[in-house]
């Protein structure tokens, strides 16, 4: 019991430092905003039409995007003074995440790009660009 209270302690005044705090509030928030993912794939069938096997593709895709989002982070940000990096990430992916608007409201046909391929471009910046926000903090 004395073990633990004292361990309890420890934790409890690293918790308190603002080093801790700060970049833990800020992946609370960043995870509990709400985003499109669990809303896509019902508007891609309902509304797209798209089969089980065009959602098979984006995941396909989303996956290479991830995968992207890796190497650039590790090849072009590891060294970037985490403030800066993540200010101009979210901005980045705020701008980006709006490409879905394209699709929903049919932009992507007035010029020419049907809706599968312009989802799978959709999915692998958007996937990209969520783990160049969610990848440095895997890495603390």
């Not at 901005?91 to 799978?120: C, Y």
Request: proline share 4%; glycine share 12%.
């Amino acid at each position: 019991s004395g073990g633990s209270s004292g361990a309890l302690r420890k934790i409890w005044s690293a918790i308190k430092m603002r080093g801790i705090w700060q970049p833990g509030l800020f992946v609370f928030m960043f995870g509990v905003f709400p985003n499109t993912s669990s809303v896509l794939p019902s508007f891609y069938v309902e509304k797209l039409n798209f089969t089980a096997a065009d959602l098979s593709y984006l995941e396909v895709v989303g996956g290479l995007g991830g995968a992207l989002g890796m190497w650039i982070y590790n090849r072009f940000c590891k060294g970037l003074d985490w403030r800066s990096y993540f200010s101009a990430v979210i901005v980045l992916a705020g701008v980006l995440n709006l490409s879905v608007l394209i699709l929903v409201f049919s932009i992507n046909k007035s010029w020419g790009v049907p809706d599968l391929p312009f989802a799978m471009g959709d999915t692998v910046v958007v996937d990209m660009s969520q783990t160049l926000l969610g990848f440095p903090l895997l890495m603390l």
